[in-house]
């Protein structure tokens, strides 16, 4: 048997080019097997129709239709995010251009643990994440006494970015949990020990972190209308003692919905607490001219959550934290003599494994980049605004049918909404019947006490007949 090719190096091309020819050919196939947003039949026929088309997942001689075989499987039984009628998650349809240019991630496998792996992504990276910790803060453009790469001779976070001439700055992380992660534990280290405070409609990724990091359970505060509630909030700063973090939302997992930020930020200013704000979902705001001012008191925050993967139409995983200030990162700093020697430093060589906890790491930028060079942010805000008035069109359809009863307007592109009449058990059962039927895609959530579906909206291609669509399925399959 001949050695398989590679994908990088001068015969890569070559090689990758009638592999990608059976990959599109076995999406296509996928898709028309499955014939819409998930496949039919539910967990045990899916299970069973991918436990045919793979057989042994570990056999002792290969095949080479393998490629073809598990990659239509895969498309057959997946859900596809960019069926209109696929709308239960922050789950969005990724763009062609992005896709495209993770596929260059893959081929060349830079890993962002040391310059020497990955030379031009990590200049990617470090000239990139300062431009959106420049979107959150609004950084002066100013320049820096180092070049992008940061300043020679000095470990850690500041050996990949100088901090003079800018008070901001971002990390790549896998998501909005990571990222949440690193916000804690930033706090914690900075405050020696740190106190979480958040509102009922938090993230869970926030007490998971808190218990990961060992601090005590986070106080949670009521938020009856769905948001953190500002007068809980003075009154639990008032009455707590020691370093307190508090942590606000700028996009709800269940409803799109975003805290009080300014009044958050001014309670957080006068009772000296560390603020951090979750826009893992909202955060895709700062691109829109007409959105982006739901956002206000987003650049008074300590450090900020931010998921591309979510409004800016990425392949997972392309998350964010932005730092308002650089020095929050130097517990990061982080030396193994093989990957960032003090001499290779002190040569100017920049030292990369104080931008992560993780040390093996793909250039995710890398599609962020692309997407933004060809897209522009104006490009990135028109799609942003084209999912929150498609949500606005679902809420009027919705509100005008007599057998729908609607939560609320949207915030952003989420939509709560139930069967008029309907109990909580019926809601639910007529969620998993269009999910085993593989019609439609919902998700779910409860609120004011009551379950509702609930159609995330993240296709910018969707048209107003999809949604009419939507809503005749779920009235279909509820019983009268």
């Not at 995010?81 to 349809?93: E, G, M, S």
């Not at 990061?332 to 030292?351: F, I, M, S, V």
């Not at 995710?364 to 522009?376: C, Q």
């Amino acid at each position: 048997m001949s050695t398989p090719p590679l994908a990088s190096g001068p015969e890569g091309p070559d090689a990758l080019r009638p592999l990608l020819d059976t990959v599109l050919h076995a999406l296509a196939e996928g898709t028309t097997a499955r014939g819409g947003p998930l496949p039919a039949g539910g967990p045990e026929q899916v299970a069973e129709r991918l436990r045919t088309a793979l057989g042994d997942p570990l056999p002792h001689h290969g095949s080479p239709d393998a490629l073809h075989t598990v990659v239509r499987a895969l498309a057959e039984g997946s859900a596809d995010p960019a069926d209109p009628l696929c709308a239960a998650h922050l789950h969005c349809p990724p763009l062609a251009v992005a896709t495209a240019a993770d596929l260059a991630a893959s081929a060349l496998n830079p890993s962002l643990d040391s310059w020497d792996q990955a030379p031009a992504a990590s200049e990617i990276e470090a000239l990139l994440t300062r431009a959106l910790a420049h979107l959150v803060y609004g950084d002066p453009d100013t320049p820096h006494t180092s070049d992008a790469r940061g300043t020679r001779g000095t470990r850690g976070t500041e050996g990949t970015r100088g901090t003079e001439g800018t008070r901001s700055d971002a990390l790549v992380t896998t998501g909005g949990t990571e990222s949440n992660q690193l916000a804690l534990l930033l706090a914690r280290e900075k405050h020696h020990g740190v106190q979480l405070i958040v509102g009922a409609n938090a993230h869970h990724s926030l007490h998971r972190a808190a218990w990961l990091l060992g601090l005590p359970e986070p106080v949670v505060l009521p938020a009856p209308a769905g948001t953190l509630d500002p007068a809980a909030l003075d009154s639990a700063l008032s009455a707590l003692r020691g370093p307190l973090l508090v942590a606000a939302t700028a996009g709800t997992t269940d409803a799109g919905l975003i805290d009080p930020l300014p009044d958050i930020a001014d309670l957080c200013a006068t009772h000296g607490a560390r603020l951090h704000i979750d826009a893992a979902y909202g955060g895709g705001l700062l691109f829109s001219d007409r959105h982006r001012t739901k956002l206000d008191g987003l650049a008074r925050a300590d450090t900020v959550t931010l998921d591309l993967h979510k409004l800016g139409w990425q392949p997972v995983a392309a998350g964010l934290l932005a730092v308002r200030d650089p020095a929050d990162l130097t517990p990061l700093t982080h030396r193994a003599d093989y990957l960032n020697a003090d001499d290779d430093t002190e040569a100017g060589h920049p030292d990369l494994l104080g931008r992560s906890l993780r040390t093996t790491r793909r250039p995710d930028i890398l599609k962020i980049a692309v997407t933004l060079k060809t897209l522009g942010r104006h490009g990135i805000g028109t799609l942003v605004d084209q999912v929150c008035a498609h949500a606005h069109e679902l809420a009027d359809l919705t509100a005008a049918h007599p057998g729908f009863e609607l939560y609320d307007h949207p915030v952003i592109s989420t939509v709560l909404f139930r069967p008029q009449g309907a109990t909580d058990d019926t809601v639910a059962a007529v969620r998993r019947t269009l999910l085993d039927q593989g019609r439609a895609v919902l998700g779910r959530a409860t609120l004011d006490g009551r379950r509702w579906l609930k159609a995330t909206l993240l296709n910018p291609h969707t048209r107003p007949g999809d949604l009419a669509t939507l809503l005749k399925l779920v009235e279909g399959h509820t019983p009268r």
